[in-house]
């Protein structure tokens, strides 16, 4: 038996201290842009007895902009996407424009005839979490990266508008919903309702994700990146009142491709103060259809 180890490295630093290294540099611009370009398909199927099997498709593809300042915490998201049922007895491609705003004081979101509501993150705090999740150390992030269980390796450099870059490419698997560092983020989560339990919802996941990362030889920030992969999701949904135990699958693939730019740039977010609690805006609308079903009633 023979056994071969081999480490390779760029200027001296391996796949996983380039990273860490590339971490550190965004955290130290503190401000940066984000253009996605998304297209994903979920797929979902049931076959409960008693109730009429469900074979459903969904397809949404579309842009997402986005400015980030990782301290103090603030985002600004606009999104287009374009939602297509092609199960659906009308399959009219449907298009949705959004805009998020998260700072300080909570999350932030438009909504269609409304403008701007506040969403109840139910304590959770953003800010602590966006903190975690990112460190200026780069031993500590390499760290963070084992504790996730994601293996970092080399691809082929490349050459792009006059930038040399290095690619690494990562992988993600369901270890990451087993490691400490999720478990860490999960037990941070606001209380689920009765009746779901969180930890036997992720048992129930598959997840498989991989990174094309350009890291740019100078500079050390990632000015690109692709994602493929798939999340599956099947459990036995639980017998009720009304029908009995049966199994449920969800499949989503998705492709993405991201650029970052503007580092160190500071960034305007669009006034939110006079935003209305999302719970209040619901409630009111409950109203409405309840007033409106019974108007046609009296009718």
Not at 143 to 154: E, L, Y
């Amino acid at each position: 038996q023979v056994s071969v180890s081999y480490n390779e490295t760029r200027n001296g630093m391996t796949a996983e201290e380039i990273m860490a290294k590339s971490s550190a540099a965004m955290i130290e611009a503190n401000q940066y842009k984000m253009l996605t370009d998304l297209d994903t398909s979920v797929k979902v199927k049931t076959d409960i007895p008693n109730m009429e099997a469900l074979n459903m498709s969904m397809n949404l593809n579309g842009t997402v902009e986005a400015w980030m300042q990782i301290q103090p915490v603030l985002m600004y998201l606009k999104q287009n996407m374009t939602i297509e049922t092609p199960d659906a007895p009308n399959p009219v491609p449907q298009a949705i424009e959004t805009q998020m705003v998260m700072n300080q004081d909570g999350l932030f979101m438009t909504m269609p005839n409304i403008g701007w509501v506040k969403v109840d993150l139910g304590g959770l705090n953003m800010e602590e979490l966006m903190q975690q999740s990112m460190t200026q150390d780069p031993t500590a992030a390499m760290q963070q990266m084992r504790d996730m269980g994601m293996i970092v390796s080399f691809g082929q450099d490349q050459e792009k508008n006059g930038k040399k870059y290095w690619v690494l490419k990562a992988t993600v698997n369901g270890n990451i919903l087993d490691s400490e560092y999720f478990k860490n983020i999960t037990q941070q989560m606001p209380v689920m309702p009765e009746g779901m339990d969180l930890q036997q919802m992720l048992d129930n996941f598959n997840v498989d994700l991989f990174y094309d990362m350009w890291i740019d030889q100078e500079t050390f920030y990632a000015d690109y990146m692709n994602m493929t992969g798939d999340i599956r999701y099947a459990i036995n949904m639980p017998a009720t009142e009304d029908t009995t135990a049966g199994p449920m699958e969800m499949t989503m693939a998705i492709q993405a491709s991201y650029t970052m730019s503007d580092y160190g740039k500071e960034f305007t977010v669009p006034e939110v103060t006079g935003a209305r609690d999302l719970e209040e805006v619901l409630a009111d609308q409950a109203a409405q259809i309840q007033e409106a079903l019974e108007a046609q009633d009296i009718e």
